[in-house]
């Protein structure tokens, strides 16, 4: 994994079953890449806690993440309507936030991904 352009350190832990992969600031890797990292490695990819800078876009209606700097746009899962983390992304429409949640493992490989947003931060200035 740490060969992965972007990657700042890979630690593994194989009695835990995971990895902590930090990453550059400005990097392009995505999920997809990370994820078939692991398989390559043999093992199976699992859920990813995550924190990264998005920007709060809709589509049909509905809230999406578009993640800064590889342009991958995540479905919200988990998140009901009155949920705060929904009212916190719907004020920042259009804006770029950094979000902290989880991507569990993709049930649909063609489906778009989904994100459990944890929180929501407004980034300052331009």
Same mark, same amino acid.
């Given at each position: 994994m740490e060969r992965l352009?972007?990657?700042?350190?890979?630690?593994?832990?194989? %009695? #835990?079953?995971?990895?902590?992969?930090?990453?550059?600031?400005?990097?392009?890797?995505?999920?997809v890449?990370?994820?078939?990292?692991?398989?390559?490695?043999g093992f199976t990819p699992r859920q990813a806690a995550v924190r990264a800078r998005a920007d709060v876009?809709?589509?049909g209606g509905a809230l999406q993440l578009k993640i800064s700097?590889? %342009? #991958?746009t995540y479905d919200l899962?988990?998140?009901p309507q009155a949920d705060g983390v929904?009212?916190?992304?719907?004020r920042h429409m259009g804006n770029t936030v950094v979000i902290e949640g989880i991507v569990p493992p993709p049930s649909d490989p063609k489906a778009t991904p989904v994100i459990r947003v944890n929180s929501v931060k407004p980034v300052a200035g331009p």
């Open positions: 352009p972007g990657v700042e350190s890979a630690t593994l832990s194989l %009695n #835990e079953g995971r990895a902590i992969i930090r990453l550059q600031p400005g990097n392009r890797v995505t999920m890449q990370i994820r078939q990292s692991v398989r390559r490695n876009v809709a589509r700097g590889t %342009n #991958e899962a988990g998140v929904q009212q916190e992304l719907k």
